[in-house]
Every structure is written in structure tokens, then in C-alpha cells.
């Protein structure tokens, strides 16, 4: 299809060109409306954006680029026009990207976080209340989603002494002032209550693109962050991918999270 598109802008038909955006348009879906969530952006406008630079790589690619590398191009670069556009604005919409997950899950009216949702921790001076703040909601979180559970029985592990090691360490190299007077065996990191790594799928998902488009990416070597061989299939780091999504990966007390688990839950 590329091909073709070349051959017809040869003869100044754009045929092909429109027919190449139309398939690759739909994976642009998911990812814009979610930036649009996060970073408080009009989705539209990235949608547009990305149109925009796709339309600008099939230009620049036109000569010395083979046929096969540019799809992936396209879609890398709109990802990254995408990324640019939200990361801008973000300095002006500052809310939390849990807390904004949140709202989206639980109707205002009837939410015990409906208090707390408009604090904005980027305006706290207070490294305490941003370290006890952050971990209440991140209990929120996965109290509404119903995993508490799973994340009591981490915590469980971690006040009898079978979960240890780098969680102290890390404490002692964040300087978190709460670390003299509580354990600092009972901090973690958030990224510590997700496996390590996840198949190219489900990342695929995160990412907002097809899982065919991800393995084009890492066969082009155009994939943001490294990639694990498993036999025929790919693991991805987690916390690589965290990363790329711009997913904050905050140390975080036990008694925190149990306590912004509590509130969701209204005291249950």
C-alpha cells in the first residue's frame, strides 16, 4: 500500500496517501482520548496534531526511506507529537493523574474523595503531606477497583518481615523526613504492587496501539524502550513502561494506603 501511495504521488494523485491515513487513523483513538483525560487537552486538537505530523513523515520519507520502515513512522511520530502536545500543557492542568482516574471511575456526588479531589499536591510545600497525600490515593485507587485485597497481603508480608531490601534502601536515598519516625521497611515502591514485566499485548494496550504495530516497532528497532525476547513472544519491564507513560512511580507508606483505602471506603 505504501508503494502504491508513492507511485500515485507521482502522478499527483493522493488516492493511496488518504487511503494509508484511513487505516492508520483508527489506532490514534485510544491514545488521544486518554491524553485528552490525563493532560486536560482537547482531544480533537491532538487528534489533529497527529494527523498533521503523520501527513508531514510521508513527505520527509518520500526519498531514502523504504516502503516497509515508513508506516511505522508515522505512527511513532504521531505518538510522540501526541506525548509533546499533553506533557505542554500539563504545567497548566495539574491534577493528579490518579486523582483524575478516579473521578472518571466514581460519581462526585456519592464519592468519599470528593474533599480531598481538589487538593492539588503540586501546590504543597510540605514533602510529608505530598508523601502521605500520594499514598492515600493510591489506596483510593485500588479500593475502587476493588484489588485491596491483594494489596493487604502485600502489606501483610511486609510487616512480618518476608518482603524486604531495596524498599529501605530506597527510603534512606529519598530523604523522606516520616522515614526517622516510621519503619522504613514498610515503604515501597508503587511500581513493587504490579509484576515486573507484562506480555507485548497488554502493553500494546497501555500504549494505545495494536500489538501487530508494537512487534513492527521493535523489529525496526523504533520500540521507545528496550523489549525482552521469551521464545516467539516479548516481555515488557513494567517500570519502563511506567515510565513512557509518564505513570508517576512514588515511594509510598503502608499506613497510607490502607488509610486512603479506608476513606474510599467510607470507614468500612
Not at 168 to 174: K, L
Not at 207 to 226: D, N, Y
Not at 231 to 250: Q, T
Request: glycine content about 8%; charged content about 25%; proline content about 4%.
Amino acid at each position: 500500500m505504501i508503494a502504491m501511495g508513492r507511485l500515485c504521488d507521482l502522478d499527483g494523485d493522493d488516492t493511496w496517501r488518504l487511503a494509508i491515513l484511513d487505516c492508520i487513523i483508527p489506532c490514534f483513538r485510544s491514545l488521544s482520548t486518554r491524553i485528552a483525560r490525563d493532560f486536560q487537552v482537547e482531544r480533537e486538537e491532538i487528534r489533529s496534531a497527529m494527523v498533521a505530523t503523520v501527513l508531514e513523515v510521508w513527505e520527509d520519507t518520500a526519498v531514502g526511506v523504504s516502503p516497509r520502515h515508513v508506516r511505522d513512522r508515522m505512527v511513532k511520530a504521531a505518538f510522540e507529537v501526541a506525548f509533546r502536545l499533553g506533557n505542554a500543557t500539563s504545567s497548566e492542568h495539574s491534577m493528579d493523574d490518579i486523582e483524575i482516574l478516579i473521578q472518571s471511575q466514581v460519581p462526585a456526588q456519592d464519592s468519599p474523595l470528593r474533599a480531598s479531589s481538589i487538593i492539588d499536591a503540586n501546590n504543597i510545600r510540605d514533602a510529608d503531606v505530598v508523601e502521605q497525600l500520594r499514598g492515600e490515593r493510591l489506596g483510593a485507587l485500588f479500593q475502587v477497583h476493588g484489588h485491596f485485597d491483594a494489596l493487604q497481603s502485600f502489606h501483610d508480608e511486609l510487616r512480618d518481615g518476608r518482603r524486604s531490601g531495596s524498599v529501605s534502601q530506597a527510603v534512606r536515598a529519598s530523604g523522606l523526613s516520616r522515614s526517622r519516625i516510621s519503619d522504613p521497611n514498610l515503604y515501597y515502591y508503587a511500581s513493587d504492587l504490579y509484576p515486573p514485566f507484562i506480555g507485548l499485548r497488554e502493553a500494546a494496550g497501555v500504549m494505545g496501539i495494536a500489538e501487530s504495530a508494537a512487534h513492527r516497532l521493535i523489529r525496526a528497532g523504533q520500540f521507545p524502550f528496550p523489549a525482552a525476547r521469551a521464545g516467539r513472544s516479548y516481555k515488557i519491564s513494567v517500570r519502563a513502561l511506567m515510565h513512557f507513560e509518564n505513570i508517576p512511580d512514588g515511594i509510598v507508606h503502608v499506613d497510607d494506603i490502607e488509610n486512603g483505602a479506608l476513606h474510599a471506603s467510607g470507614g468500612r
